[in-house]
C-alpha cells in the first residue's frame, strides 16, 4: 500500500525531529527509525490498529509519546497527524475533512 502523509502531519514530524535532536544527539533519528517501524506494521496489517473514530485508526510508536493516525483510502493510506499524546487530544479532528 502506499503512504500519503498530510501536510499538516509531514509538519509535525519535521518539528518533532528538531526537537529531539536539540535534547540529544541522534535522538531525532531514533524517532524516525520508529516512526519507519510503525509506518511498516501499518502498511503490513492496516486494520490492525485501534479504530479511535470512524475511518481513523491509531498506531502508537514505540519509546515515544507519539501516534500515528490514519485513514485507509482504497489503496493509500493517509497519515493525518502525528500526535504527541500528552498534548491537545483531537487538536487534529478537522483535519479528515482537508488537504
Given at each position: 500500500m502506499n503512504i500519503r502523509f498530510l501536510t499538516p502531519a509531514r509538519q509535525e514530524l519535521d518539528d518533532a525531529v528538531i526537537w529531539y535532536n536539540q535534547q540529544s544527539p541522534d535522538l531525532g533519528l531514533e524517532f524516525l527509525d520508529e516512526l519507519d517501524k510503525a509506518v511498516h506494521r501499518i502498511a503490513a496489517y492496516p486494520q490492525a490498529c485501534e479504530e479511535i473514530e470512524p475511518g481513523l485508526r491509531r498506531c502508537l510508536l514505540n519509546r515515544?509519546?507519539?501516534?500515528?493516525?490514519?485513514?485507509?483510502?482504497?489503496?493509500?493510506?493517509?497519515?493525518?497527524?502525528?500526535?504527541?499524546?500528552?498534548?491537545?487530544?483531537r487538536y487534529w479532528i478537522e483535519r479528515k475533512e482537508t488537504d
Open positions: 515515544f509519546p507519539y501516534g500515528l493516525i490514519y485513514g485507509i483510502d482504497t489503496n493509500v493510506i493517509v497519515i493525518v497527524t502525528v500526535a504527541h499524546l500528552h498534548r491537545q487530544p
